[in-house]
């Protein structure tokens, strides 16, 4: 039987906080759910650590397969799975016993195609927070006029992922806007919710601080709502867990 649920998890060099994700996910209570990761070739000890969830976590697979982007390692886990709705995580996030439970129960009440949730920071970092809470306000605002999810997590049915063809690979930030903004343009019902909760971690802001945080998030802001889609770096953006070990 297809599980309601395809948690996909892009990775690479997260040794630390993939596992504290695997925790929360196996201590769910509905494990209505399949998880599969797909590392990009990590050099430390991530598959290490996260090896003792594979009897522990229903249809656990963890998948090496390098990949250019976020975007790819989204697509490529997505091609893999059975659900009838997809889960995009990140790997430094957790989500509270009752997550899986809860947004299940809100997508069959208000019938939704994809949705999202608030970030909640795991830190009470000052520029974590403030970061965070602008956009949270930001998601819940603009739902119904110009949608859109952070990566951290995006729910959306396969069916409709499929329509859409998945993330665009050739976008080098704000994938995640912009698969929203296509399932809107095709009349998808989404919604904002503040519960159930999830922890996101706020590692990048504490170490670009919160000018550099507000600077590139405003940035990317203007540059998809006059130019479209951002296809080319236009400020720096490292992705993995080995940026916050320098």
């Known amino acids: 039987m297809k599980p ?27 494990k209505d759910l399949e998880v599969i990761i797909v590392d990009s070739q990590s050099t430390d000890k991530t598959k290490k650590n996260t090896e003792k969830f594979i009897n522990l976590i229903p249809g656990f697979r963890f998948i090496v397969h390098k990949c250019k982007n976020v ?8 091609s893999l799975s059975t659900g009838n709705f997809l889960i995009f995580f990140d790997a430094d996030v957790e989500i509270e016993k009752n997550f899986i439970k809860e947004i299940k129960e809100k997508i069959n009440e208000f019938n939704l195609d994809t949705t999202t949730v608030w970030n909640r920071s795991k830190t009470k970092g000052f520029a974590g927070i403030i970061a965070l809470t602008l956009a949270n306000f930001g998601m ?31 976008i080098v930030f704000g994938e995640d806007f912009d698969l929203i903004q296509r399932a809107y343009q095709l009349k998808a019902k989404f919604k904002v919710f503040k519960k159930p909760i999830l922890y996101v971690s706020t590692r990048r802001f504490e170490k670009e601080g919160l000018l550099m945080t507000i600077y590139k998030s405003g940035k990317a802001l203007l540059y998809q709502l006059f130019f479209g889609p951002i296809k080319k770096p236009i400020f720096d953006y490292e992705m993995g867990g080995q940026y916050y070990k320098k």
């Open 71 to 78: 975007s790819q390692g989204r697509n490529y886990g997505a």
């Open 4 to 30: 309601f649920f395809s948690i996909v998890i892009p990775a690479l060099n997260e040794e630390i906080n993939l596992p504290i994700l695997l925790e929360s996910i196996k201590n769910q209570t509905d």
């Open 140 to 170: 819940t605002v603009f739902q119904k006029i110009k949608p859109g999810a952070n990566g951290p997590c995006i729910l959306i049915k396969k069916v409709l992922f499929e329509k859409l063809k998945g993330f665009n690979e050739e």
